[in-house]
């Protein structure tokens, strides 16, 4: 009986650990993995869109000499027009940093990429995002066209709608519907926010595709389970230029 009281006495005063709450969307490889993606959208003055890929085609080894572009779009369809989205790879904060003061110093690069450039530039945007850990960046098997489409969940993160979304978008992927190129969740900016990357051979095989999955229980049923965590979306067709590593 002694040896039993004492063994209840450590019991209850040892000390109580606190229950943990993960989510698989948003710890893991994200919290230790610096590596992150800026996405930026130039709105360009009208009739200045040629003029300005013109240039951009012309001198992008200048910036590309400093840090990776990932891919460089003209947008087709969705949103206000004469406008391009690319986007850039940094291992982390203090990499982009060294390259923004490495592009500072670099007078060929402002000279001939950047001062040309500004003046055919009326808007500005940029989001930095990470890939979400369940994803990576996936490059298409030819080229073709891509989608982004993006959605604004609810307040709450992604440990409240991360795994509704990530079935949802398996569910397209797994029926071969489209091609994922890369899922990303947005860091600064608009927060709540995910960014999914599709690829498909044509606007019409995207759009074959969309009918199909739309008639798929399968597909059905996993978006009707994100949608109770979407608070609103939008899309652009997206078309690789020229000097685009995506194509």
Not at 74 to 93: A, C, L, Q, T
Not at 128 to 141: A, D, F
Not at 212 to 222: F, G, K, N
Request: hydrophobic residues 40%.
């Amino acid at each position: 009986m002694l040896a039993l009281r004492r063994s209840l006495t450590r019991a209850l005063a040892a000390p109580t650990m606190a229950p943990q709450v993960c989510s698989s969307f948003a710890t893991g490889p994200r919290q230790y993995d610096g590596t992150f993606y800026e996405f930026r959208t130039y709105y360009l003055k009208p009739s200045k869109m040629n003029e300005f890929l013109e240039n951009v085609k012309k001198n992008i080894h200048l910036r590309t000499v400093h840090s990776e572009l990932v891919g460089y779009w003209s947008v087709e369809f969705g949103g206000r027009m004469n406008k391009v989205f690319h986007i850039w790879k940094y291992d982390n904060f203090a990499h982009r940093s060294e390259v923004r003061k490495a592009l500072a110093k670099d007078k060929e690069w402002q000279e001939q990429f950047l001062i040309p450039n500004l003046a055919l530039i009326d808007k500005q945007e940029s989001e930095i995002t990470y890939l979400v850990p369940w994803c990576k960046l996936v490059k298409p098997p030819k080229e073709g066209v891509y989608e982004l489409a993006t959605f604004q969940m609810k307040p709450g993160g992604p440990a409240l709608w991360g795994d509704p979304f990530k079935r949802a978008v398996h569910t397209h992927v797994n029926q071969g519907y489209t091609k994922l190129v890369g899922v990303f969740h947005a860091e600064y900016g608009v927060l709540n926010r995910v960014h999914v990357l599709w690829w498909n051979e044509s606007a019409d095989s995207r759009a074959a595709g969309r009918h199909q999955s739309h008639e798929d229980p399968r597909v059905v049923a996993a978006v009707r389970e994100s949608v109770n965590f979407l608070e609103s979306q939008q899309n652009m067709l997206l078309i690789p230029t020229s000097f685009s590593p995506l194509k």
